[in-house]
Each structure stands twice: as C-alpha cells, then as structure tokens.
C-alpha cells in the first residue's frame, strides 16, 4: 500500500499542485509542507470559489485531514498569522488540525527588506524573487544563525539573536543600500507578540508523523515550486533556496526509504515567473494564447507568467532526479483547439546533455520540437480518459515516452471534479 506519498511539481512551480492536492484528499489523512515558504501559491476552487495557499498545506480545505509545517519550511509569522485568518473564515477553526515544528526557521523583516532591495538593486543577479525573504531566510539557517521558532520561548535567547541579526542586517541596510535600519526592541515586542498567538499550533510534528505512519495512515508531501527551481538541481542561480525531493526527509524527520509513491505535475505546456532560462519560451501569438486562455498571472505576486510548449528534455530529467513514479498532467484544456501542438524533445546543443542543467548550458540551447496535430473537440471538464479525442490521446502517448513513466492522472479544468484518474495511488 502507498502510505507516504510524494506530490511536486517538475517545472518552474504552477503546474497545478494546489488543485491535484484537492483532488486527491478524500482518500488521505494527513498533508505535510516541508520546504520553501509564503513564496508559493497554491490555487483551489471550491464550490465555486477560489482559494489560495501560500504556507499552508493545501489539503488543510478537507476537514478530516491533519495538516504539519515541517522543519524544513521558513515561516513568516505575519504571513501565517493573515492566511490562518483567511481560512478561519472559509474552513471555521483549523487549530486543532495544524502543528507547526518549533524547529522551523522564522523569516523577519530584515529577510523581506534585503530580498526586496538586493532584486531592485543593478549591481546584483536578478532572480525576479517573490520578495518574501525566502532566499535570506534559508541565508540564515545554512549560516547557523537562524531565528527558530522554538526561541521565541525564550526571551534573553531571542533578544540576543535578534539584536545580533539586527548589527549584521542594519549595517548592510545603512552602508549598502542607504535604507534606514530596524529598530530591535520594536521587533522584540512584535516576536513575542507573535509567539503567543503561535502557542497553541506548536508542536511535535515528527513524532505526531511517525504515530500516524505506525497506524497506517495515508500522509502527502505536498512539495511547493517545482523541480527546476530546486536550488541543487534546477536551473541555478535562477532558482528558489530549498530543495524539493531531497527537502522531504530533511524538512520533516522522516527517513528517506519512506517515500512509497511520487507523483510528479508537470503542465502540458510551460510557464516559468521570473528571471532565467526558458529554451521553450514562446513569445507569438501562441505564448499569448497560452497565457491568456490558461489564465497565467502568478498566485503570489500578481506578475505575468512566461509561457511556451512543453520541455520534454527538462520533464525525463526531472522525472529521473526526483524519482517520479507516475505523472500528472495538467491544463491539456488549455491546448484544445490548437491546430498543432509542439514538444520539444531534446536540444541542438554541443554540450552533453547530462551537464546541460547542471551548469546551466541550458541557456544557449535551442530545442529540437516534435510537432502533433492538435485537436478541436475539447477535453476541458472531461473525466473519462475514453472520451479523448483521439489526437489528444496520442499527446498523452508521447507525453509517458519522453518520460518514461506513465500518466496516470490528467486535470481537465480548474475545479476538483475536472479530473481523469487513469489509475489509483
Ligand atoms: P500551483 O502553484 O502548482 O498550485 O499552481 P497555481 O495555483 O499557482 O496555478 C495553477 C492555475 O491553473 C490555477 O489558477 C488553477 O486554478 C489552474 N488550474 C489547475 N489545473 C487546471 C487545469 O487542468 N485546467 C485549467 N484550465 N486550469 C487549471
Ligand atoms: P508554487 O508553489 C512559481 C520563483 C520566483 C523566482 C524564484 C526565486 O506556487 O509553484 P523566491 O522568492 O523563492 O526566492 O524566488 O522562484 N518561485 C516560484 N515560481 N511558483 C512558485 O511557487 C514559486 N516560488 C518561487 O518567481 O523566479
Ligand atoms: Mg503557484
């Protein structure tokens, strides 16, 4: 039986995560973040209505599913605090069904301001960040000074840490960017403030995670961003600071042979937010198409997302690194009524293909496209795989080739009932 159960995504994050995670929780009973932080934006529409995630498990929508903020999640205590109340109002009281490891590191406002200022600043990379402080944050914790939210509990530890971070960020602040520095006993009122109302969510989650794996329970790891953007194996320096498959036994506790089933999401095109490479990217009419019927504006930050065929070379890599058993394949509504579809299957390139992510080479490639015919009947709403047509069929064909693992889910909409489940996890 597949018990722990792996969910992320193989491109440049929105393949779709949110309403997959909708989709699948009848049948599970817990849901784990482990990596990454208010960066993401996970979308749901239920009974009509949209629902955006940012740092709460997405499964947290079903009322009989325990959710965990594991260790490996950098959490912002404003953010958690606005998304709490905002699903309050939508899901009623959501406390006794969500524990936060105290072995999270925090993200401070200091984080926020120098993300915000490195991206505006010419002299440094662009990266085109979320702004959320997320890379900063992660800065901390591999340095080994984070703020962690266990030390919020104690107040010489905190004040200590704080006015430390405080010297090292304010004088960065002031000599770098002439930005006016933090005042650190206003931050330290603001902390405790903040650890109170956080008490009743803290506690063991590993433990609480173990009990519920020597019981039989069903729990998703629920990845945020994608594959790509996993600061090891994505396409660096144009990534996200955390890791994605690797992240779950180090941002939870649990031992890496635990994973049972990994189900990547991939889109049945591309889109990327933010700087860095796209070899897909279209920027015709097609991309335009794509963006607009597809609805591709960023769930987080609002900006437009880049658009362009699907990457098969990137999709088999990603499926390999990440050890994907079966594939997800989302938005195919989107390509309905296309005459033709493309994907590229790998790239005119002199580089071997193995190095070309890895020392991102990937920027000077041009693809190599397969084109299809596209099809007029739509697949938009369709739930019965029988009822493809039959061009689309052979797109899902091609698809599990480049691959090399099956599909055995397709999402034909936005709503969780728009969904095609070749087969069961
Ligand atoms: P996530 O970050 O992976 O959860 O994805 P986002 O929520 O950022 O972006 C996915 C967008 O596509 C959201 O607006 C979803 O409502 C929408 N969506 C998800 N699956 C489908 C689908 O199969 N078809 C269409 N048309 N929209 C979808
Ligand atoms: P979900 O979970 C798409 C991108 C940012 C930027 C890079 C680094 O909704 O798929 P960061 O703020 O993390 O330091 O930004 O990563 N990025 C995402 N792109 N979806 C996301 O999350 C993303 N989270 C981060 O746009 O290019
Ligand atoms: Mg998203």
Sequence with gaps: MNQNISLLGLQWGDEGKGK???????????????QGGHNAGHTLIVDGKKIVFHLLPSAICHENIKCYIGRGVVVSLEALFSEIKEAKEVLGNIEDR???????????????KLDQLRELSNNL??????GRGIGTSYEDKVGRRSIRITDLYNETKLKD????????????????????????NELFDIN???????KPYVGNVIEEIRNLQQTGKKILYEGA????????????????SSNLIGGIPAGTGISPSDIDYTIGITKAYTTRVGEGPFPTELFDETGQ????????????TGRPRRCGWLDGFLLS??????????????????????????????YISHATPSTLIETMDIEEVKPNYLELDGWSEPTSGKTNYEDLNENAKLFVDKIEEIAGVPVIMISTGPKREDTIIREKI
Excluded: W
């Design 20 to 34: 997959v995670v909708d989709n699948l929780a009848n049948d599970l009973d817990a849901a784990v973040r482990y």
């Design 98 to 112: 969500l524990t936060i490891s105290p072995a999270c590191s925090l993200i401070q406002p200091y984080h926020i």
């Design 125 to 130: 990379t662009k990266i085109g960040t979320t």
């Design 161 to 184: 840490k704080l006015e430390q971070s405080l010297e090292f960020y304010n004088s960065i602040f002031q000599h770098s960017f002439a930005s006016p520095k933090i005042e650190v």
């Design 192 to 198: 405790l403030q903040q650890a109170e109302e956080l």
């Design 225 to 240: 961003q994608g594959a790509l953007l996993d600061v090891s194996l994505g396409t660096y320096p144009f990534v996200t």
């Design 289 to 300: 198409y794509l963006a607009e019927k597809g609805g591709e504006v960023g769930a987080t």
């Design 317 to 346: 890599n990603m499926v390999k690194v990440s050890g994907v058993d079966g594939l997800c394949l989302t938005k195919i509504d989107v390509l309905d009524g296309l005459e033709k579809v493309k994907i590229s299957t790998d």
